[in-house]
């Protein structure tokens, strides 16, 4: 199981994951065998049930099975029963939720596809960038030594640096930078100065020595230039980096389009690409011929996104569902909302989500739930809107 969490991890990767959000294993024993593993957007007794029909191993749940904190786990509560279930028969549960959403080619992009009309139209787009870029640092580049040194003794400080394990940046190590530097000092009374004499200020011709080190080895790193600098107090400095910011990863999408469309033409795209019949709209006053140039997007729930949106010059925001007083700040804010419902905004790319499991783990058989349906349907006959509706309204 542990070989599944971490194939699924390299997928969607933990670290791209909202701060509340909870993904990885939530159920199982990472050293348990995994043969064939059932692909859902929700853990329900339904694909419970057929997890056992198909005697699969593990169920991969877009939606987190356990998201809220358990302070008890008994058979009382109908979705704690399935947890027990699952755990009786030996059936691990894993997540990869909004990490699976901000990763490149994931769903945020599955969806933008849906909205450019197609990869090509969106490969094709005149922007295209996460809402709220992720951010990270690889793990040995947490922090920068800056270490002044005597020219003659630059090599060994350097050298010293990388056998304490500074400078590695990708598949390279002993990787610094060097600098010429003039230093000046005066040793004061009981120093023993290695250049000059005590007492009387010296100007030293040195290097600036540069390394990054992850912060495991930021101590050895510190210990490994005093133990060869020739000083008795050498001039070093340590500085905290910042995360980079990505422009392929992160919370949300921002679409430019480079032909402007009506939030019919959109919806019309939409239902081809996410397989419903009715997408609901609130536009603001004097919003129905628009033209949107600019597209922000979110699956499921990204209302939370509204004002990022408007920030970033988005006259529409197309996410699976919002509330009613979501409704009123986009009339507010004077962007539009397209929605297509929650699970339908992502219920698409699970084939996707499958096939890329399955090319990251060989040998393991991947099969998207059949037993897993939206919890919201449309009434038969489709029902028109209520009279006065006009904020909310489907488009067909």
Same mark, same amino acid.
């Given at each position: 199981?542990?070989?599944?969490?971490?194939?699924?991890?390299?997928?969607? +990767?933990?670290?791209?994951?909202?701060?509340?959000?909870?993904?990885?294993?939530?159920?199982?024993?990472?050293?348990?065998?995994?043969?064939?593993?059932?692909?859902?957007?929700?853990?329900?007794?339904?694909?419970?049930?057929?997890?056992?029909?198909?005697?699969?191993?593990?169920?991969?749940?877009?939606?987190? +099975?356990?998201?809220?904190?358990?302070?008890?786990?008994?058979?009382?509560?109908?979705?704690?029963? =399935?947890?027990?279930? #699952?755990?009786?028969?030996?059936?691990?549960?894993?997540?990869?939720?909004? =990490?699976?959403?901000?990763?490149?080619?994931?769903?945020?992009?599955?969806?933008?596809?849906?909205?450019?009309?197609? +990869?090509? #139209?969106?490969?094709?787009?005149?922007?295209?960038? +996460?809402?709220?870029?992720?951010?990270?640092?690889?793990?040995? @580049?947490? /922090?920068?030594?800056?270490?002044?040194?005597?020219?003659?003794?630059?090599?060994?400080?350097?050298?010293?640096?990388?056998?304490?394990?500074?400078?590695?940046?990708?598949?390279?190590?002993?990787?610094?930078?060097? $600098?010429?530097?003039?230093?000046?000092?005066?040793?004061?009374?009981?120093?023993?100065?290695?250049?000059?004499?005590?007492?009387?200020?010296?100007?030293?011709?040195?290097?600036?020595?540069?390394?990054?080190?992850?912060? *495991?080895?930021?101590?050895?790193?510190?210990?490994?230039?005093?133990?060869?600098?020739? %000083?008795?107090?050498?001039?070093?400095?340590?500085? $905290?980096?910042?995360?980079?910011?990505?422009?392929?990863?992160?919370?949300?999408?921002?679409?430019?389009?480079?032909?402007?469309?009506?939030?019919?033409?959109?919806?019309?795209?939409?239902?081809?690409?996410?397989?419903?019949?009715?997408?609901?709209?609130?536009?603001?006053?004097?919003? @129905?011929?628009?033209?949107? #140039?600019?597209?922000?997007?979110?699956?499921?729930?990204?209302?939370? /996104?509204?004002?990022?949106?408007? $920030?970033? !010059?988005?006259?529409?925001?197309?996410? !699976?569902?919002?509330?009613?007083?979501?409704?009123?700040?986009?009339?507010?804010?004077?962007?539009?909302?397209?929605?297509?419902?929650?699970?339908?905004?992502?219920?698409? %790319?699970?084939?996707?989500?499958?096939?890329?499991?399955?090319?990251?783990?060989?040998?393991?058989? /991947?099969?998207?739930?059949?037993?897993?349906?939206?919890?919201?349907?449309?009434?038969?006959?489709?029902?028109?809107?209520?009279?006065? *509706?006009?904020?909310?309204?489907?488009?067909?």
């Amino acid at each position: 199981m542990g070989a599944l969490a971490d194939a699924m991890d390299r997928v969607a +990767p933990g670290r791209l994951a909202e701060p509340w959000d909870n993904v990885g294993l939530l159920l199982g024993d990472r050293a348990a065998p995994c043969g064939r593993v059932l692909v859902s957007v929700d853990w329900t007794a339904a694909v419970l049930e057929e997890a056992l029909a198909l005697g699969v191993d593990a169920v991969v749940s877009y939606h987190p +099975p356990i998201f809220d904190p358990l302070k008890r786990l008994t058979s009382d509560d109908p979705r704690q029963r =399935a947890l027990l279930d #699952a755990a009786q028969a030996g059936v691990a549960l894993l997540s990869p939720h909004t =990490a699976l959403d901000a990763v490149k080619g994931g769903v945020n992009d599955w969806l933008a596809e849906g909205i450019a009309g197609g +990869p090509d #139209a969106l490969a094709r787009s005149a922007g295209f960038e +996460p809402l709220r870029p992720a951010a990270a640092l690889p793990a040995g @580049e947490a /922090f920068k030594v800056v270490v002044f040194v005597p020219v003659a003794a630059s090599a060994a400080v350097r050298s010293a640096l990388a056998e304490a394990g500074a400078g590695r940046i990708g598949n390279y190590d002993h990787c610094t930078v060097r $600098a010429p530097v003039t230093g000046t000092f005066r040793g004061g009374e009981g120093s023993s100065p290695s250049v000059g004499r005590a007492g009387r200020i010296e100007e030293v011709a040195e290097e600036r020595v540069e390394a990054v080190v992850s912060a *495991a080895r930021l101590p050895w790193a510190l210990a490994a230039v005093r133990a060869v600098h020739p %000083y008795e107090e050498p001039a070093l400095e340590v500085h $905290a980096l910042a995360a980079r910011p990505s422009l392929d990863e992160g919370a949300g999408r921002l679409l430019e389009l480079r032909v402007p469309a009506t939030v019919a033409q959109l919806a019309s795209r939409l239902r081809r690409h996410l397989g419903v019949r009715r997408i609901d709209s609130v536009l603001p006053e004097g919003g @129905e011929g628009a033209r949107h #140039a600019r597209v922000a997007l979110c699956p499921g729930a990204g209302a939370s /996104f509204l004002a990022d949106a408007a $920030a970033r !010059g988005a006259t529409l925001l197309v996410t !699976g569902e919002a509330r009613h007083h979501d409704h009123l700040a986009a009339r507010a804010f004077g962007v539009s909302l397209l929605l297509p419902g929650h699970t339908q905004t992502e219920r698409g %790319y699970m084939p996707r989500l499958a096939e890329s499991l399955a090319r990251a783990l060989p040998g393991v058989s /991947f099969t998207v739930s059949k037993a897993d349906a939206p919890p919201v349907s449309e009434p038969r006959g489709g029902a028109a809107p209520a009279r006065g *509706a006009r904020p909310r309204r489907p488009l067909r």
